[in-house]
């Protein structure tokens, strides 16, 4: 059971718009910033959000999050076949005294 | 170009002890927080570990707390995680992680993983 909460799974046809809900609580998004990363099949996670809706030098613009409250978002627009991956929420926890993941949501281009 | 190298992954049997090494380079190592992230087979992300730049302060999961060390060598570039008593369910791909600026759940770059299998 992860801290974080992802729904397991989203799809969409290729040039579609995908988003994807990351909900927490008080302790972790509620009051600290929140990071995405995407992990391609059988490769290492990648960093492409961070401080809530940043990118990272080399992520297409296509790819947008959002915090509100205990809850954060990642958006996918103009849906690709190589954005098939996984793609992780993360926000450090003051509770746990760690950073703490979601579950992961697998991205299918239909 | 930053690059993080794990090594020191392999199979090893319940109770026994690995000592896992990252070799960092491509930036100043010893500016920057890093952290241990692990995946087991078919599942999700878990942090493990992380190690401050300043004054080596160190945080660590609940389920490896007194198992586990995280630690640095400055000089050599490398981080270190010590793993004893290691049980079935620590298998997994063992990742590390540059902290990035903008927080601890910001690991701005990873290395391709080295993998822990514990089993007799």
């Known amino acids: 059971q992860s801290v974080l909460t992802q729904p397991p799974s989203a799809s969409g046809t290729p040039g579609q718009r995908v988003t994807i809900s990351c909900s927490g609580s008080s302790s972790n998004i509620g009051s600290n910033t929140v990071n995405w990363y995407q992990q391609l099949p059988g490769t290492a996670p990648k960093l492409l959000i961070y401080s809530n809706n940043q990118r990272p030098s080399g992520v297409p613009d296509r790819f947008s999050g959002s915090k509100s409250g205990t809850s954060a978002s990642l958006a996918i627009s103009g849906l690709q076949s190589e954005d098939e991956a996984d793609y992780y929420c993360?926000?450090?926890?003051?509770?746990?005294?760690?950073?703490?993941f979601g579950g992961g949501t697998k991205v299918t281009v239909l | 170009e930053v690059q993080l190298v794990e090594s020191g992954g392999g199979l090893v049997q319940p109770g026994g002890s690995l000592r896992l090494s990252c070799a960092a380079s491509g930036f100043t190592f010893s500016s920057y927080a890093m952290t241990w992230v692990r995946q087991a087979p078919g599942k999700g992300l878990g942090w493990v570990s992380v190690i401050s730049s300043g004054d080596g302060s160190t945080y660590y999961a609940d389920s490896v707390k007194g198992r586990f060390t995280i630690s640095r060598d400055n000089s050599k570039n490398t981080l270190y995680l010590q793993m004893n008593s290691l049980r079935a369910e620590d298998t997994a791909v063992y990742y590390c992680a540059k902290v990035g600026v903008s927080g601890w759940a910001d690991f701005d770059y990873w290395g391709q993983g080295t993998l822990v299998t514990v089993s007799s």
């Open positions: 993360a926000a450090w926890d003051d509770s746990l005294n760690g950073p703490v």
